[in-house]
């Protein structure tokens, strides 16, 4: 099980943490890896980070250099490091796990094990 936290109301170029809990299963075992997906109203759901199970990580273009995704093994829990927030960051953001090969990691169907989405708001 996963459980997405973290979302909130922020200024554009203001930052957040989102945090994805794991329980039930240890992270890094099994050779899952946690992605970071949003879906803003109306829209599809995108992936936009992914972190393997032996730490690599990978960012979509559209947050790349301003997100950070890491994860604590002790926590059992990774995080989302949002900074420069703009209001196209606007968007429920949810956390699951899966093992989509490296060249797929931003197929959404590739991965299994979903928590609930938590919502970010980008005021300007």
């Known amino acids: 099980q996963l459980q997405a936290s973290g979302g909130g109301l922020v200024q554009a170029g203001g930052s957040l943490r989102l945090s994805c809990a794991a329980s039930g299963f240890r992270l890094g075992s099994g050779s899952y890896g946690i992605g970071w997906f949003r879906q803003a109203p109306g829209r599809e759901r995108k992936a936009i980070s992914y972190?393997?199970?032996?730490?690599?990580?990978y960012y979509a273009d559209s947050v790349k250099g301003r997100f950070t995704i890491s994860r604590d093994n002790a926590k059992n829990t990774v995080y989302l490091q949002m900074n420069s927030l703009k209001p196209e960051d606007t968007a429920v953001y949810y956390c699951?796990?899966?093992?989509?090969?490296?060249?797929?990691?931003?197929?959404?169907?590739?991965?299994?094990?979903w928590g609930q989405g938590t919502l970010v708001t980008v005021s300007s």
């Open positions: 699951a796990a899966g093992r989509p090969v490296v060249s797929a990691w931003f197929t959404v169907s590739l991965y299994n094990y």
């Open positions: 972190i393997r199970s032996g730490q690599s990580t």
